[in-house]
């Protein structure tokens, strides 16, 4: 079955840290790859997307992440957060050949100390 | 630009009834999505309609069924409620075809007795 990994489910940074945000997923072929966000109270917000080409993507925010096929991951990353990037972070998977359905993984709630 | 619109923001029933949730799309947007966030499961896929016709389904019982109007906009049926139907349902639009990111709306928090 398909499934989507995020490794962790909890992370708790300082202001100006590095972000790093782990997401896996089961093979399936053909793939596009998408990082979610959603802020406290507020609906779910595409980050960023991948369907082809460089696998390093830049989204909104400053946020970037880089897909590696070779490990089925997608990583989120930021240089240095900020106080405003509090949030879940879902890793959502669109596996081409089983029909514009996401596979998203488990969340995870990112919190940022001013 | 108007997002995603759903209602009711909140619904409450009991078991055995029959609940109806609707959403509105993006302006151009004519695929609709429907997505539950139960307590513990995550986001699960449970319907995708484009142009009106159902093109995919997750796996879910036949008692969630909807449909798509005209207009893109749809609706989502949960029949005959269970417990365990209690959760948040989403519903996402893209544009048709393939390669479309979908955008979420806020979401039917449902609720049953």
């Known amino acids: 079955a398909q499934s989507v990994s995020q490794h962790n489910h909890h992370v708790i940074l300082s202001e100006a840290a590095s972000l790093e945000l782990g997401c896996n997923y089961s093979?399936?072929?053909?793939?596009?790859l998408f990082w979610y966000v959603q802020y406290p109270g507020q609906h779910l917000q595409l980050l960023l997307k991948?369907?082809?080409?460089?696998?390093l993507v830049k989204g909104i925010k400053g946020f970037e992440a880089e897909f590696i096929k070779s490990k089925f991951s997608f990583n989120l990353r930021k240089p240095s957060v900020q106080w405003s990037d509090t949030a879940e972070y879902f890793c959502?998977?669109?596996?081409?050949?089983?029909?514009?359905?996401?596979?998203f993984g488990g969340g995870t709630r990112v919190l940022v100390k001013p | 630009e108007a997002g995603v619109t759903q209602s009711p923001t909140h619904l409450i029933k009991t078991r055995g009834q029959q609940a109806t949730l609707r959403c509105s799309p993006i302006?151009?947007?004519?695929?609709v999505y429907w997505y539950q966030q139960a307590l513990g499961l995550g986001l699960q896929f449970l319907l995708w309609?484009?142009?009106?016709?159902?093109?995919n389904r997750g796996n879910f019982p036949p008692r969630f069924s909807g449909r798509q109007f005209p207009n893109y906009s749809s609706e989502l049926n949960v029949n005959a409620l269970e417990l365990e139907d209690s959760a948040l349902y989403l519903c996402?639009?893209?544009?048709?075809?393939?390669?479309?990111?979908?955008?979420f709306g806020d979401g039917t928090r449902l609720s049953i007795l």
């Open positions: 959502a998977v669109d596996y081409k050949a089983a029909g514009n359905k996401l596979t």
């Open positions: 302006s151009g947007h004519t695929s």
């Open positions: 309609y484009d142009e009106g016709e159902e093109r």
């Open positions: 991948y369907f082809s080409g460089d696998p």
């Open positions: 996402a639009s893209s544009f048709g075809g393939e390669n479309q990111p979908q955008h």
């Open positions: 093979y399936g072929g053909t793939v596009n």
